[in-house]
């Protein structure tokens, strides 16, 4: 392109200046060639005439296009040069704070001078595994890419940090070692990584000092390798130094410190530790007082020095080596304040005898004081025949101190040094390292010495391998797209190299100088002179012969050739260093060994005057000069960097004032220049710097091109348009996969593409102005005509108006006067009337109170005489009353009088005894009857004992036959024992059964009481009840707060659950290295312990026991009732049933007494009939009917009393059911109730009657028993009278006793008829309370009636099914507690048995097996039965051979399931070691399959389904009262019998929170590598994305080829593999809670991996990705729609990405707009904003900037938010996991098993 078509109108360019650098102008007009001046404006309106002369003053640069300003990589700039490098890294510096910016290969990093929370562990996560360029630019992405190309390619990696102090060097390398450590953390306990970081605070704290420039300079320059495994791990690390400043120990310059160890020990100098080392404040010692200042603002320095012990502690060296440490640094503070005094002749000088900074230097380190003294002062020449000890001047003495005190220092740095090192060491063999050289970079000051001549000397050989290796990136990448090049020709520093290092070069001269014994620094300054100024970097300056001047790549710099010779020599006098060798203490004694010399016992002294002897050579490390050394070291250092890949960090100063985010042009560019970053650019400038790929061109050009070729190939279309645009073919060339351009092109491009758009804007305007005046023309002709029209027709109503105006005025007046006139007619009339209306009122009114009074007297005087009336009536019936009440006293005396004489004489009797002859006959009857009955009883009985005692002979004849027929008797003797013992065993077994029936009637009884004591609570809880409901009520105005105070209690729970899950997550970790270290170990089986229930413990202490047949009965009747009734019928009935049942069993036990008493009766009369004066039998017979007819009572009163009891059942089982149904029909429930009043009342006044005809039976037999006796005693003998008094006092007694028992029943009866009527009383109180609701709810609105009724339902139900379940809680256990003790006690008959029956013979030792194969022919219970040798067959096929497939056929979680029903027939026959065996083998089999199939999501969610399911099944039949809720009758019963499984649950509680930990991994595992390019690059909406430039994104060096994996994800595929996980867990059937929370953190995983990328990605930053990120996010809501999760606090896990979508969409430039993103963006933290806002980069020229006052008022805004400091989201935050309890509805007994899965060990119980 022509200078014609550049230089145009518009064209913005950049001009130099004398401030800034480089200042903006835009051409006013257009520029010919040849011209002599350039028309410009400047950015604040100022013309200028720039002069144009190519030669002197060529045509100034061009601007790139704003587009392009603020690129992440500078490369990417169409134009590369100086100022728009500088206006780039201004612009991202202070606009956008951006401190990281990539040129190339090359990481320019400006030092903030302020803390950023941009190196968090977040951070570090982001950028660890993506590609360098895909991010913003960061240190972690160097990083990242150094470890990767480590991993991949297979070779050594070198980050090389550079630049001048201040500039962040340290910082930077800190912080990449930092990501090493984190990424690459050791796989072992030996934390190899905080030892490499704890190198830092040391290294720091003895090489750092303050200087003017930085606060915390590294006064040396270190190269740090960190070395890796084979698993890429760090396992050690390795450090060299470089160059130490020796001098700044002696010396400071003005507002500078000496290294900061030396003020760390001052500020601790009171520690109880550091009393012996008898410091003071820095300002007491000479050489940490020189700079004047000894603190640094915001530094402590006491803490820096714990710090700095911690990390000596860390890194293994002990306090007793710390101290020694510290005192060799302090004796050095010491020996700066010896004082040494001159001589009078000048030539000598000596130390005071008394000086106390001496003796503490010597007692520090261990020295000779005297020897010492001396040699401080005096020093030894040696001759090759004498020895000569010279006095030294004051001068020479205190330069000798100062060396000293340097070489003690470098000495213990260089101590420290390898002692670290040796820390660091590692036994391991080290496969590859990562090198980290942080480096002094070029320096020029205003006085340039030794030091800063070595330190540019590096910078030279750094900046040769920096150009050779830029050079050769580019070679590669041209060779790989397969373009042709041409050499690029860059400025090579190697002429510089050869003046400084080559052979007599400046090196070389200074040695030999150094050699010479009088050399000086002139000498060898002529020396230069002579020898090199014909070089072209060799410069004498013009007024000084002392000096000269290198020219090197940077710049040049003049050098002082003062004191040059001194420190190139660095000379230590051999008598001060051998008095140190001597020293007493091995730490200081070893600092100054040589490596040759053989140590010294310490005992040993030094005969330093013993001179005599051949002098010892001098040590050839003490021969070698510094610049000797340090170009060796450089050498090794240069070959080390050239046998790795390296990584270059340029770090820049902004300012000389350390001002925070303050950019110097002017110290910027210096800097760029000496970095070689200008190189760099220009480097690619020479090539093809611009680089774009075929589709990102056409899709940012397409504009430019023809309809015809836009339909065609993209890479053939853009080759057609690049053809016709771009003329001349070497300004671009087409690779394989992108296009090339020169410098300047993508400008040209752009500046074609904003034509192009100008052009068709201008057209739009043009169209648009058009039409807009043509609309205009006709509103304006249109608006004329109707104004013409509204004109005329105003006139025109105007006259019309004026005649209405006249015609109204007539009518007016016309109408006022008529009004006039009315109104004082009407007010006249109206006051008449007035008149009239009052009078007539008055009238009136006195009227009616005349008549109101005479009314009134009239009612008084009827009730007065009413009154009267009433009285005397009263006194006349009084009167009457008492007259009848006498009369018939006396009438009733007299008939009372009448009834006593009848009942004295005998026809009384007679006419009462009438009816009971009739029921005497029948009771005699039935007398005769039972004594038949009972004699034929007795005969049975005799023919049976007859045939028994036959029996007994018979076997006591075969017994003796066999007695005499065996001749081994002690066998029969032995069985006899043992028949003995096994009858003693019985009788304990008896006895231990009826002490257990005390037991367990006792225990009945306190349940009796218990259930009285819970009835009257229940009573009382009712009454709390109402008060609760009250205070409930009351307290409902308050639910905001509780709800706010729930919520805290839950995010506290979820706190502590999640602490406990990442403690579950540690030890998952622990036990998985575990598993790595031993994996040639066998897993030790898990053994929690195991418990057993109460009622087991007591069962196993006795051997044998047995059950009342009293209890048993009665639990089995209550367990009858709850099947027959139900639950709740059941328990409504429980007190009534209760007090029933124990008068039934009284009356059984009556009966069973008066049957005895019968017998003993009927002995009597036997005996008595033997005697020979006997009674009359008249007698016996008469006893015998009278017990007969009593037991027959008996028997009748306890049937009668089932039947009412059943009756009883039946009536309270309707009122449940009626109770249920309540709410239905309000008038059928009155009337059922009112029906079942009824039948109560009836029963009641039946039961009274019954009881009143009893009784009057008993006087009837009481006064027929007296009659017979008093006949019997008239007509008796005498002699029998006795015998009658007998049996007159035996009915007596009887008749006592049937009092007592009548008085008994008499009282059930009441107290059973007060129970009956207060439950009427209850329920009528129930039936007024509900008619007092239905009348409320009545009158209550119909939405208000609902939510009433509702509420009071809900109430009721809870209130009734908390009682019921206490009720049905009680009775289960107590069923339970005795079918369980029956069983084992009929478990231990069998047993007794059957060892009975072994006694006899052994032909059947299966027996209890057969009685079990009996019990299994019943129906399937839910139980699986195994041999315990095929348990490993058993967890083999049912776990480790168990795949996801093969378990789909039956129900889900079919392992599980089956797993706990063989757990459960090992409860069932109490085996608790196959209990344990089986759930531990199960726990150790499937840690050991997800070990096997960690990475396989499938089988993690199989096990973590079965695992959770099997850990349900054991809560849901525990037994547990909290469990057993949900259950079925049969599900309760199916629950464990024997076992409590507690502490297993919790086991599988960890195990399930581990497993679903690993799920969690997985999924996000698979997910992650998806999420940024579904989520932020892939087009969902086509067309809508813009292309910009991208420089070495994408790098080819950066991209991992061998790995094969889709380039790109789109969302959809996102979306499919989010379904593949639903499915496969609903498949699998796990719980829908936890595939809820798992989804929640998923879409955690994506937000924050996104939000991440966001914040970190200024490419993605625009209106376009705003769209499809939102668009993005709605797919993701429309899928947990789809799939029932939108509830599952997923869907909230967006509204941060959600946000950022919409603040990238929103508008950005007013208050208001400012206003709304701050009520927006509440998810998204200030910093978040305010980082998104710096990082929106408009895709086209018409979008707008963020400006930064916009960002600065959004701050302002949003100070009040009380924000983390956190920039990024912790992608590894994982929610704690809650497994609620889901119940299985499945029955056991209902589970099949498929045959496909060949487990036929099993069998069914």
């Known amino acids: 392109m022509s200078v014609n078509e550049l230089f145009t109108k518009y064209t913005r360019v950049w001009i130099p200046d004398s401030d800034d650098v480089w200042k903006a102008a835009e051409i006013t007009r257009d520029y010919k060639e040849g011209e002599a001046t350039l028309h410009l404006q400047l950015e604040d309106g100022t013309p200028l005439q720039y002069p144009v002369a190519p030669p002197s003053s060529p045509l100034p640069y061009l601007r790139n296009p704003d587009i392009l300003v603020g690129e992440n990589d500078l490369t990417a700039l169409s134009y590369l040069h ?70 991949r390619d297979q070779r050594n990696q070198s980050i090389i940090v550079s630049g001048e102090s201040g500039a962040g060097k340290t910082v930077s390398a800190k912080y990449a070692m930092r990501f090493f450590a984190t990424v690459g953390g050791s796989a072992s306990d030996a934390n190899v990584e905080d030892k490499v970081l704890a190198s830092s605070p040391i290294m720091e704290a003895i090489g750092n000092a303050k200087t003017t420039r930085n606060d915390n300079s590294s006064r040396f320059g270190k190269y740090i390798e960190i070395g890796f495994s084979r698993n890429f791990h760090i396992i050690g690390a390795n450090m060299r130094t470089y160059l130490l400043e020796k001098s700044r120990v002696v010396f400071q310059a003005e507002d500078e410190r000496n290294y900061h160890i030396f003020y760390q020990l001052c500020a601790s100098s009171s520690l109880p530790e550091f009393k012996d080392l008898a410091l003071s404040s820095a300002e007491d010692f000479t050489y940490t007082s020189l700079g004047e200042n000894i603190f640094i603002e915001g530094v402590n320095d006491a803490d820096d020095l714990k710090k700095t012990r911690e990390a000596f502690t860390l890194l293994g060296i002990k306090d007793i080596s710390q101290i020694s440490v510290f005192k060799v640094l302090s004796s050095i503070l010491h020996l700066g304040n010896v004082e040494i005094s001159a001589d009078r002749g000048g030539e000598s000088c000596h130390v005071s005898s008394d000086d106390v900074a001496l003796q503490h230097f010597c007692r520090l380190l261990g020295v000779e004081r005297q020897q010492m003294e001396h040699w401080l002062c005096h020093r030894k020449l040696a001759t090759a025949a004498e020895t000569y000890v010279k006095n030294m001047s004051s001068q020479q003495a205190s330069n000798a101190r100062d060396a000293l005190a340097k070489h003690i220092y470098a000495r213990m740095f260089d101590w420290i040094v390898h002692n670290i090192n040796k820390a660091l060491q590692h036994s391991s063999k080290q496969h590859s390292f990562i090198g980290v050289l942080d480096i002094y970079g070029f320096e020029t000051f205003e006085i340039n010495s030794f030091e800063q001549f070595c330190i540019n000397y590096a910078n030279e050989k750094l900046q040769q391998q920096f150009n050779s290796h830029v050079f050769k990136l580019e070679q590669e990448e041209y060779m790989k797209e397969q373009i042709p090049w041409t050499l690029i020709d860059f400025s090579d520093n190697q002429p510089c190299i050869d003046l400084i290092e080559a052979r007599l070069g400046i090196l070389d001269l200074l040695d030999e100088e150094c050699r010479v014994p009088k050399g000086t620094d002139e000498n060898w300054t002529q020396k230069l002179y002579q020898k090199h100024l014909s070089s072209d970097h060799f410069q004498k300056p013009r007024m000084s012969n002392t000096s000269f001047i290198i020219i090197h790549f ?43 010399d053989v140590p010294v016992a310490k005992s040993s002294r030094i005969n330093i005057r013993a001179a005599k002897s051949v002098p010892k050579v001098p040590n050839k490390e003490h021969r070698k000069t510094v610049g000797h050394q340090f170009r060796s070291s450089l050498h090794l250092l240069m070959d080390t960097l050239n046998g790795t890949t390296p990584h270059y960090v340029r770090c820049i100063k902004p300012n000389d004032l350390k001002e925070a985010f303050s950019f110097d042009s002017r110290r910027a560019v210096q800097q760029l220049r000496a970095c070689g970053v200008l190189e760099t650019i220009r480097i690619s400038a020479a090539g093809y710097p611009s680089r774009w790929t075929y589709p990102e061109f056409f899709s940012r050009y397409r504009v430019l091109m023809k309809n015809s070729d836009s339909t065609t190939e993209k890479k053939e ?26 410098a300047g092109q993508v400008a040209y491009l752009e500046k074609l593409r904003t034509d192009r758009f100008r052009s068709a804007c201008i057209k739009i305007q043009k169209t648009v102005r058009g039409w807009l005046q043509r609309v205009r023309y006709r509103k304006v002709r249109k608006a004329v005509l109707l104004l013409q029209r509204y004109g005329r027709g105003y006139l025109a109503r105007r006259y019309a108006e004026f005649l209405r105006l006249t015609r109204a005025a ?154 005499s027929k065996s001749s081994d008797g002690e066998q029969l003797t032995s069985l006899q024992e043992e028949l003995q013992k096994l009858r003693e065993q019985l009788q304990e077994a008896h006895a231990l059964s009826r002490s257990r029936e005390e037991e367990h009637s006792t225990e009945k009884h306190s349940l009796e009481q218990r259930v009285k004591e819970l009835e009257a609570e229940n009573s009382l809880l009712k009454s709390e009840k109402e008060d609760m409901h009250q205070r409930i009520l009351q307290h409902s105005k308050s639910s905001k707060e509780e709800v706010s105070v729930g919520a805290s209690l839950q995010q506290e729970l979820d706190e502590e659950r999640h602490r406990y899950q990442n403690l579950v997550k540690e030890f998952s970790r622990l036990e998985q290295r575990y598993d790595n270290l031993k994996e040639e170990m066998t897993l030790n089986k898990f053994q929690p312990g195991h418990m057993r ?118 009536i309270v089982a309707e009122e449940a059911q009626s109770n249920v149904d309540r709410d239905q029909d309000q008038d059928q429930d009155k009337d059922q109730e009112k029906d079942r009043y009824s039948v109560l009342l ?49 009915v007596c007694e009887s008749k006592k006793l049937l009092e007592a028992q009548l008085q008994n029943q008499a009282r059930v009866h009441r107290d059973e008829l007060e129970a009956l009527h207060t439950q009427i009383e209850l329920l009528k109180d129930d039936i007024e309370k509900k008619q007092e609701l239905l ?11 609902l939510e009433y009724s509702v509420q009071l339902e809900l109430t009721r139900l809870t209130n009734d099914n908390l009682d019921l379940k206490e009720l049905l809680e009680k009775l289960e256990k107590n069923e339970r507690k005795l079918k369980k003790q029956l069983r084992i006690y009929m478990k231990k008959v069998q047993e007794l048995e059957a060892a009975a029956v072994g006694l006899s013979g052994r032909s059947r030792p299966e027996l209890s097996r057969q009685v079990t194969v009996q019990r299994k022919e019943k129906d399937f219970e839910g139980m699986l039965e195994y041999d315990k040798e095929d348990e490993g067959l058993l967890v083999k096929m049912l776990v480790t051979d168990m795949s996801p497939d093969s378990a789909s056929q039956g129900v889900p979680c079919l392992p599980g399931y089956v797993l706990f029903m063989c757990l459960r027939h090992a409860d069932y026959v109490n085996d608790d070691q196959k209990v344990e065996s089986l759930l531990t083998s199960t726990i150790n089999a499937i840690k050991k399959v997800l070990k096997k199939n960690h990475e396989d999501f499938e089988m993690t969610s199989f096990w973590l389904a079965n695992t959770s399911r099997l850990l349900h099944c054991l809560k849901q039949y525990s037994g547990e009262e909290a469990f057993m809720t949900q259950n079925s009758p049969k599900q309760n019963e199916h629950c464990l019998k024997n076992f409590d499984l507690a502490e297993y649950r919790q086991v599988l509680s960890d195990l399930s929170i581990q497993i679903y930990q690993q799920l969690v991994r997985v999924a996000e595992g698979s997910i992650q590598p998806m999420i940024v390019s579904a989520m932020l690059e892939s087009e969902s909406i086509p067309s809508l994305a813009g292309v910009k430039p991208m420089g070495y994104r994408n790098r080819s060096s950066s991209l991992d080829t061998d790995v094969e994996r889709p380039s790109s994800y789109t969302l959809q595929a996102l979306i499919r593999q989010l379904s593949q996980f639903h499915s496969t867990m609903r498949d699998h059937g796990l719980d829908p809670e936890v595939i809820g929370q798992l989804v929640r953190q998923l879409f955690h995983c994506i937000n924050a991996v996104t939000l991440n990328n966001l914040l970190l990605r200024k490419d993605v930053c625009s209106w376009s990705a705003g769209m499809q990120l939102r668009y993005n996010t709605s797919q993701l809501e429309e899928w947990l729609r789809a799939n029932s999760l939108y509830h599952s606090k997923a869907a909230a896990m967006l509204d941060p990405i959600i946000q950022a979508a919409q603040l990238l969409q929103v508008k950005k430039k007013t208050s208001q707009d400012a206003d709304a993103i701050c009520c927006l963006c509440s998810a998204l933290t200030t910093q978040q904003i305010v980082k998104i806002l710096n990082l929106y980069t408009p895709l086209n020229e018409f979008e707008e900037r963020v400006t930064v006052s916009f960002i600065r008022d959004i701050q302002s805004r949003l100070q009040e938010r009380n924000d983390p400091p956190q920039l990024l989201l912790d992608t590894k935050f994982t929610f704690p996991v809650l497994f609620p309890y889901t119940p299985s509805a499945l029955s056991l007994e209902t589970l099949h098993i498929p045959e496909s899965l060949g487990i036929h060990l099993l069998v069914r119980v």
Not at 95 to 122: D, K
Not at 1258 to 1268: I, Y
């Open 554 to 596: 940077a710049d040049q710099v003049e050098y002082q050739c003062h004191g040059f010779l001194e420190k190139n020599r660095d000379t230590v006098y051999e008598e001060q260093i051998n008095i140190l060798k001597a020293s007493q203490f091995q730490l200081v004694a070893d600092l100054f060994q040589d490596k040759d």
């Open 810 to 963: 007539l009518i007016c007046q016309k109408q006022y006067r008529m009004v006039k006139q009315r109104r004082e007619f009407l007010r006249t009339r109206q006051a008449v009337v007035t008149i009239q209306a009052y009078t007539r009122g008055m009238y009136t009114r006195r009227i009616y109170w005349e008549f109101l009074l005479h009314h009134k007297a009239l009612v008084i005087q009827k009730n007065v005489r009413g009154w009267l009336q009433r009285k005397k009536f009263q006194r006349a019936r009084a009167a009457a009353v008492v007259i009848q009440c006498g009369f018939r006293r006396l009438h009733a005396k007299r008939q009372l009088k009448q009834l006593k004489a009848d009942a004295r004489s005998a026809q009384g009797l007679k006419k009462l005894n009438a009816g009971m002859e009739n029921k005497i006959v029948q009771l005699q009857r039935k007398m005769d009857d039972k004594s038949k009955e009972y004699r034929c009883q007795n005969e049975q009985l005799q023919t049976v004992n007859s045939g028994l005692g036959q029996e007994v002979d018979r076997l006591q004849k075969e017994l003796e036959v066999v007695k």
């Open 1093 to 1210: 229930n109460p009622s087991n413990q007591s069962e196993s202490d006795s051997n044998y026991a047995s059950v009342s047949t009293s209890e048993v009965g009665d639990t089995e009747d209550a367990a009858q009732l709850v099947e027959d009734l139900g639950v709740q019928e059941a328990a409504l009935d429980l007190g009534l049933f209760l007090k029933l049942q124990k008068r039934v069993r009284e009356l059984e036990l009556e009966r069973t007494r008066l049957q005895k008493d019968l017998d003993r009766v009927e002995d009597l009369g036997r005996t008595k009939g033997l005697e020979p004066k006997s009674p009359p039998p008249q007698m016996d017979p008469s006893d015998l009917a009278y017990n007969n007819l009593k037991m027959v009572d008996l028997d009748s009163e306890n049937q009668k009393l089932k039947k009412e009891l059943n009756q009883l059942r039946q």
């Open 1242 to 1290: 009836s029963q009641l006044k039946s039961r009274s009657e019954e009881l009143e005809a009893r009784k009057e039976e008993v006087l009837l037999l009481r006064t027929q028993l007296l009659s017979s006796t008093q006949v019997e005693e008239s007509s008796s003998d005498p002699e029998d009278r006795q015998e009658a008094l007998q049996a007159y006092h035996r």
């Open 82 to 151: 100086e100022p728009a490098v500088l206006h780039n890294l201004r612009v991202r510096f202070l606009e956008s704070n951006h401190i990281y910016t990539y040129c190339g290969i090359v990481l320019v990093a400006i030092n903030p001078y302020e803390q950023l929370h941009i190196y968090g562990e977040e951070v570090i996560n982001a950028y660890s595994g993506r590609n360098m360029g895909d991010m913003d630019p960061h240190i972690f992405a160097v990083a990242e890419e150094a470890y990767k190309q480590m991993a």
């Open 717 to 742: 279309a853009c080759k057609n348009l690049l053809e016709s645009l771009v003329k001349e073919p070497d300004m671009f060339q087409f690779g394989k996969t992108k296009i090339f351009f020169r």
């Open 1335 to 1345: 009348n409320y709810t009545a009158s209550l609105p119909p939405g208000a009636r």
